[in-house]
C-alpha cells in the first residue's frame, strides 16, 4: 500500500506560478514512476507529467516548457513546478504512484487560473 497526500494548490491569476507537493508514505521502495493528472469539469482525467524512478520526465504537450516535475527520493516527495499558468490549467490535479501494475492516487487539489 502507498499513500499519497498532495498540497499546494489554490487560486492564481493568469501567468502567475504555483508548486504543487505529493508526499508519500507506506511501500515507498516499490513505486516505480510517480506523476501528476488533472481533471477539469466534464473532462476526463489527463496526464500532465510524470517522472521514473531514473528521472525520465514526460510532458503533456500543453505544459511543455511551462511545468516542471522533480522528485526528492530522500523525502519521499514529488513536485510539480507550474509557471505561466493559464485559465485552461484550471482542474483538479491528482498526484500518482505506479507500484507494478497498480496506480495509486491522492485526493487530489484544486487549482483555479483566474483569467
Known amino acids: 500500500q502507498v499513500q499519497l497526500v498532495e498540497s499546494g494548490g489554490g487560486l492564481v491569476q493568469a501567468g502567475g506560478s504555483l508548486r504543487l507537493s505529493c508526499a508519500a508514505s507506506?511501500?515507498?521502495?516499490?513505486?516505480?514512476?510517480m506523476g501528476w493528472f488533472r481533471q477539469a469539469p466534464g473532462k476526463q482525467r489527463e496526464l500532465v507529467a510524470i517522472i521514473s524512478s531514473g528521472g525520465s520526465t514526460t510532458y503533456a504537450d500543453s505544459v511543455k516548457g511551462r511545468f516542471t516535475i522533480l522528485r526528492d527520493g530522500a523525502v519521499n516527495t514529488v513536485y510539480l513546478h507550474m509557471n505561466s499558468l493559464k485559465p485552461e490549467d484550471t482542474a483538479v490535479y491528482y498526484c500518482a504512484a505506479d507500484v507494478r501494475s497498480l496506480r495509486y492516487w491522492g485526493q487530489g487539489t484544486q487549482v483555479t487560473v483566474s483569467s
Open positions: 507506506g511501500n515507498i521502495f516499490s513505486i516505480n514512476a
